[in-house]
């Protein structure tokens, strides 16, 4: 196991990693038998990704060496109207870079941990950034469903177009989770591509969870995550902090990407096949979300913040993790019982509604799941 002082993470990343325990001081620990995203393929539709070529071969960012598994560029040629395959895909801007790091920085002795440190990225370049050029867009989907990819993330806004919809469409019923940005103009509109039905879109809060001024609302939000104050790696081995909606959807595409490598739940089952599908984890995200807002769902949050903590548990309620949900876990609960973060007694773990308290709700959930055990 290795240890990572919270000052060190980003914030969000102890309140979605869906694998972890706590030591007597309340550090962040890994542990390395845990889901961490396995076997998940994820399109990082951006900027590429920093690397250094030696002979052909490229070295990534220390905390993203273990986890790039490829990439391509995509240039849109404006007078021939045609978009050519590129083999370059390195980030000469450092968005791409930054948005990988939050999903995927690796379990290592150095830097920070991503909300899903053992995914697959391919980083998936739009040559015509920072002006994005939806047939750009359109060819890096196309790839992504060809090659088999399970989740695509899009932290920018470009224009409307027809092309994009239907390529945002086309992917969604190939059964792939697309997940994109809600823009940062504090406007009540979501940026594009956000803002198609097949697109999963995301809103950016602050660590209390009150949500960014400069977040986009509107009808089309679905979900929040943590995009204030973020840490993440950065050109030259580097690492910098940022705002942005741009960097909570990682955040809920790591928590995807739990939920994917995860043992299926039958009571979201569609087609029984063994497999999540992106229809049972986006159920799974509505049912477990951590209501922000005035009702069950609202325009400035969605339905919530996404739950990676509790949508993992098998069964509900599994504290500590040995597929049971028993005595063991009703003592974390009980012992923590009333306590609130910063308090002695506080134990992250017996928060499973993640509310910051612990409190009668922890005690139904014990409740209501005694005795299952993981089947």
């Known amino acids: 196991m290795i240890v990572y002082g919270s000052e060190v993470l980003p ?18 620990i890994v542990d390395e038998g845990a889901n961490a995203g396995q076997n998940v393929t994820v399109a990082v539709i951006d900027t590429g990704v920093d690397y250094t070529n030696y002979t052909g071969h490229p070295v990534y960012h220390p905390d993203l060496r273990g986890n790039i598994a490829g990439g391509l560029g995509f240039r849109y040629k404006w007078q021939e109207n045609v978009t050519v395959e590129v083999g370059d895909y390195d980030d000469e801007i450092g968005h791409g870079t930054f948005v990988a790091g939050v999903i995927a920085a690796a379990d290592n002795d150095v830097g920070l941990l991503g ?46 177009s027809s092309v994009l919809l239907e390529a945002c469409n086309y992917a969604y019923n ?19 591509p956000a803002r198609y039905s097949s697109v999963t879109a995301v809103g950016a809060v602050y660590p209390n969870d009150t949500l960014w001024e400069w977040s986009n609302t509107g009808p089309e939000l679905d979900y929040v995550a943590p995009g204030v104050n973020i840490t993440s790696t950065s050109l030259n081995d580097g690492y910098a902090v940022y705002n942005g909606t741009s960097f909570a959807v990682p955040h809920v595409a790591g928590a995807a ?112 799941n005694f005795g299952k055990v993981d089947p």
């Open 115 to 160: 909300a899903a440190p053992k995914v697959e990225i391919y980083a998936l370049k739009l040559c015509s950034s920072p002006v994005v050029a939806p047939q750009e867009v359109v060819a890096a989907i196309e790839w992504a469903v060809d090659n088999g990819i399970r989740i695509i993330l899009m932290s920018f806004g470009c224009a409307n």
């Open 257 to 368: 990407a739990l939920v994917m490598a995860s043992k299926t739940d039958w009571d979201y089952e569609l087609n029984y096949d063994g497999v999540w599908q992106n229809l049972e984890v986006l159920q799974m995200f509505q049912d477990w979300a951590l209501d922000l807002g005035p009702d069950e769902w609202d325009q400035e949050y969605g339905f919530g913040l996404v739950n990676a903590w509790r949508s993992c548990q098998r069964p509900q309620g599994d504290i500590n993790n040995d597929l049971r949900c028993n005595i063991l876990d009703a003592i974390v609960v009980g012992n923590a019982f009333g306590s609130r973060p910063g308090s002695p007694r506080w134990d992250p773990r017996a928060d499973l509604d993640i509310n910051n308290a612990v409190n009668i709700l922890d005690s139904i959930i014990i409740a209501e």
């Open 174 to 192: 190939e059964g792939v989770l697309l997940i994109a940005a809600a823009g940062n103009a504090g406007a009540n509109a979501m940026d594009y």
């Open 11 to 28: 914030w969000g990343v102890e309140r979605l990693h869906a694998q972890c325990v706590w030591d007597n001081n309340r550090d962040f």
